[in-house]
């Protein structure tokens, strides 16, 4: 049997169409929140799926018009435009007010040549609207609460849908079974969507958790030694190839075998938990730029890109100061804390990422070794 004798029903068609262009939307956006978090630019994920999904749905809507402006089947492809919003609206939950929609369906309408009907200014008033009970939707019933959850859903679709599909019937004088009929297929579509947005919510969901799993420390929630390898593996080429600044420390909690020992490891939790804490505010106040890695039992590393030794080392300082001598209450104890530090920025002399991180390491011991509770830095 040749290509010529497929005979495929356009509902058909337009299911698997629909489908490939989410499909394509996922990977496109997974591809560059990975590619940016690759080469270790600061991104908000949030901004990213706003803009990106509005932007990427909005050549999907204007690519596939421009097949159909002023021909009288104009409305040929209105279900696919409904998914789209659908798909932003609820799915995306894009926190775009819906009066950013107005330009946006009015370069549509003139773009479409169909700004002179009332019944396009009726069916763009009524797009506006269904976007924004979409956007309301979401935040009342959350994608992850199920019960009763895809009724409310389909009667917010189905209502609307009757409404503007009633619009178009009256502007292009549609039969009533056209109308039926690309209402029905509407509906199908939005159970389609339903279905396929929320596996692929639940997958996205799963490996988000995963990631975090393996480059979170499970106690502390700072980022681990995997996590620690990575950066430092793509800070030291960035700056060895560019000539930029990067400095490292290194430190450990001083006798901290001891209140393992002494107070039991539930204690020692809770030193590990309090002394995170405050490294993170330190370094937050001053760059959040510099990262908190555990990378061992009680020892921490932290990478400071684009600073020099002298600059990194008051930073340090900050921290030798917030936890030396700080009292953390475990149970009836009141366990005093203190710190070694070992810090160093990157010289020419360190060919790979290992030769850095011993050199730091051999500043961390010569603070222990030379009595704790101090900072060696060269």
Known sequence: MTWSHWTISPFITSVFFILGVLTLYWVSQNWLLTFLKTHHHSVNEAIINDWYGLLYMMVFVFGMQSLIIGQSDAWAFMNFQLIALTFCGYFLNIRVHYYYLYPLVLIFMIYNQSIGYWQSWAHAIVLIGFFTVLGQLRKRVPLQTKNGQIAIYLLVCA????????LMKLKFNLSWETYLQEWSYL????????????MLSANAQLKQNLVSFANHDALTKTENFAAYTNAINYHFTVSRKNGLKLTMMMF?????????????????DKIL??????AETVFQANNPQITLYRTGGEEFNVI???????EARPVAEQLFMAI??????????QIQLSISVGLSELTAHDQT?????QRVDGNLYTSKRNGRMQITAK
Request: glycine share 6%; aromatic share 18%.
């Open 187 to 198: 509906l199908v579509f939005e159970v389609l969507l339903y279905i396929y947005a929320s």
């Open 324 to 333: 030396n001598h700080i009292v953390v209450p475990v149970n009836d104890h």
């Open 273 to 278: 938990q309090h002394v995170t804490q405050v």
């Open 252 to 268: 450990d909690i001083d006798h901290f075998k001891q209140v393992n020992d002494t107070y039991g490891h539930l204690a020692g």
């Open 304 to 310: 400071f890109p684009g600073y020099d030794l002298n």
């Open 159 to 166: 209502s609307f849908g009757a409404i503007l599909w009633w």
């Open 353 to 357: 990422p290992t030769d850095f991180y």
